[in-house]
């Protein structure tokens, strides 16, 4: 038996992949499960970044990269980033990994000692409060929920901050809740921030262009209280379809660039050359396919609001991005099943739609949002009749 370290024992294995890995497995021994529970576009790539990466092949793209990727990729996400986010950040204040959850990873490694304390408002993605913690670092949670659309007030956010606050980590469109924060909004937190020049923001805008019509995307790095001190994790996962290609970046301060650029130097060198040429063909070239995914992401959203609204034990907001749909469950709790279970919280409820209804959800708590479930609705609209049909029959069973 092996010794494993302590701050690997303490970490908690990730509920999204670990849901949607016992999906896989029940599907390979024969069960038709309805996979609701990881969050990806269902799409393929598009075709003309496809081609970009089978040209870096022949063009013998397959040397080790520079540690903070491509100086061409960097200069494409900076231009995108001034261009559709009004946001200005210099190819060297930019450094690509393996996925938006790297660059997160790094930010925090790179910035956050043992003790400092790192807010997180809730329901949050799962991977923010591991993180923070396998930094040593303590999250502090600041708990929403379904009455005020998930997003905090700035009064809750002036009350989580102490001393001791290194950064805030915000998130929106949201992962798991689909919450969009508005300017308004926005500006308020930024007057509370702007108090606290010690905290850096770090704004999580991977799901930017899933949003819905009314919606308005404002990255935070368009302040100018709190513009140089802000870090935008982005990445081609969501926006293009991309997830297996592992490419995401940070864009930030030129002194947390170079301290990222060291930890990555260590760690696992530039990212991949070819997903890093497919990764600037998405920038550089045509934008409609984002436009085509987001648009049957919004129908779906609809068909999946409605179907929602008709089970009664759900309560529903109506999410203005991502492509996910967070019910309030706890009307279940306390019921019993035909087979003789009680449902006692969210994690039961998604178990038994999972052994009975053979849909596969994530457990709110896993968001450290207990009461709810997350399904992510980026897969085919005859999967989801489907999965909402056989969902409501098994909770109709409930009683
Ligand atoms: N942030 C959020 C909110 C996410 O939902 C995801 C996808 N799981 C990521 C970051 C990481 O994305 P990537 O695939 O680029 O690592
Ligand atoms: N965004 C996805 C999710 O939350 C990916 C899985 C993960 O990386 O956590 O389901």
């Given at each position: 038996?092996?010794?494993?370290s302590?701050?690997?024992e303490?970490?908690?294995a990730?509920?999204t992949?670990?849901?949607?890995?016992k999906?896989?497995?029940?599907?390979?021994?024969g069960?038709?499960?309805i996979?609701?529970?990881v969050?990806?576009p269902?799409f393929p790539?598009?075709?003309?970044?496809?081609?970009?990466?089978?040209?870096?092949i022949e063009?013998?793209f397959s040397?080790?990269?520079p540690?903070?990727?491509?100086?061409?990729?960097r200069?494409?996400?900076?231009?995108?980033?001034?261009n559709?986010?009004?946001?200005?950040f210099?190819?060297?204040q930019?450094?690509v990994?393996?996925?938006?959850k790297?660059?997160?990873?790094?930010?925090i490694?790179?910035?956050?000692?043992p003790?400092?304390?790192?807010?997180?408002?809730t329901?949050?993605?799962?991977?923010?409060?591991?993180?923070?913690?396998?930094a040593?670092g303590?999250?502090v949670?600041?708990?929403?929920d379904?009455?005020s659309?998930?997003?905090?007030?700035?009064?809750q956010?002036?009350?989580a901050?102490?001393?001791?606050?290194?950064?805030?980590?915000?998130?929106?469109p949201?992962?798991?809740t689909?919450?969009?924060?508005s300017r308004e909004?926005?500006?308020a937190?930024?007057y509370?921030?702007?108090?606290?020049?010690?905290?850096?923001?770090?704004?999580?805008?991977?799901?930017?262009?899933?949003?819905?019509?009314?919606?308005?995307f404002?990255?935070?790095?368009?302040?100018p209280?709190?513009?140089?001190?802000?870090v935008?994790?982005?990445?081609?996962?969501?926006?293009?379809?991309?997830?297996g290609?592992?490419?995401?970046?940070?864009?930030?301060?030129?002194?947390?660039a170079k301290?990222i650029t060291k930890?990555q130097?260590?760690m696992?060198?530039?990212?991949?050359?070819?997903a890093q040429?497919a990764a600037?063909a998405?920038?550089?070239?045509?934008q409609?396919?984002?436009?085509?995914?987001r648009?049957?992401?919004?129908?779906?959203r609809?068909?999946?609001?409605e179907?929602?609204?008709?089970?009664?034990?759900?309560?529903v907001?109506?999410p203005n991005?991502a492509?996910y749909?967070?019910?309030?469950?706890?009307a279940?709790?306390?019921k019993?099943?035909p087979?003789?279970?009680?449902?006692?919280?969210?994690?039961?409820?998604?178990?038994?739609?999972l052994e009975?209804?053979?849909v596969?959800?994530?457990?709110?708590?896993a968001?450290?949002a207990?009461?709810?479930?997350?399904?992510?609705?980026?897969?085919?609209?005859?999967n989801?009749?489907?999965?909402?049909s056989?969902?409501s029959k098994?909770l109709?069973?409930l009683?």
């Amino acid at each position: 038996m092996q010794t494993i370290s302590n701050r690997v024992e303490s970490l908690s294995a990730s509920q999204t992949l670990a849901m949607s890995q016992k999906s896989a497995e029940l599907k390979a021994a024969g069960i038709d499960v309805i996979n609701l529970s990881v969050g990806e576009p269902d799409f393929p790539t598009p075709e003309h970044i496809k081609v970009a990466a089978e040209k870096a092949i022949e063009d013998n793209f397959s040397f080790y990269t520079p540690v903070a990727g491509y100086m061409s990729l960097r200069k494409a996400i900076s231009a995108k980033l001034r261009n559709e986010n009004g946001v200005e950040f210099a190819p060297e204040q930019i450094v690509v990994g393996n996925g938006a959850k790297h660059a997160l990873a790094n930010v925090i490694m790179a910035t956050v000692n043992p003790g400092d304390e790192v807010i997180i408002p809730t329901p949050a993605w799962v991977s923010y409060i591991e993180l923070v913690k396998l930094a040593g670092g303590i999250p502090v949670l600041a708990a929403t929920d379904i009455t005020s659309d998930f997003k905090i007030s700035a009064a809750q956010l002036a009350e989580a901050v102490t001393e001791k606050t290194r950064a805030i980590i915000m998130c929106s469109p949201s992962n798991p809740t689909g919450s969009v924060y508005s300017r308004e909004e926005l500006q308020a937190l930024v007057y509370v921030l702007a108090q606290h020049p010690g905290v850096l923001v770090i704004a999580d805008e991977i799901y930017e262009h899933i949003l819905y019509t009314g919606g308005e995307f404002v990255s935070l790095g368009t302040f100018p209280q709190i513009k140089d001190r802000t870090v935008i994790i982005n990445g081609v996962s969501k926006a293009y379809a991309m997830t297996g290609w592992r490419i995401g970046y940070c864009a930030c301060p030129p002194e947390i660039a170079k301290a990222i650029t060291k930890l990555q130097g260590q760690m696992t060198s530039g990212a991949s050359s070819i997903a890093q040429k497919a990764a600037e063909a998405a920038y550089t070239g045509p934008q409609e396919c984002v436009e085509e995914m987001r648009k049957a992401f919004e129908r779906r959203r609809d068909m999946v609001v409605e179907m929602a609204r008709a089970i009664p034990g759900f309560k529903v907001n109506v999410p203005n991005g991502a492509f996910y749909l967070f019910p309030e469950v706890s009307a279940y709790f306390g019921k019993t099943a035909p087979d003789g279970r009680t449902i006692t919280n969210a994690s039961d409820l998604a178990i038994y739609l999972l052994e009975v209804a053979h849909v596969a959800m994530v457990d709110g708590a896993a968001f450290s949002a207990p009461g709810y479930i997350r399904m992510s609705y980026a897969t085919s609209d005859d999967n989801l009749r489907e999965a909402f049909s056989r969902i409501s029959k098994a909770l109709a069973a409930l009683c």
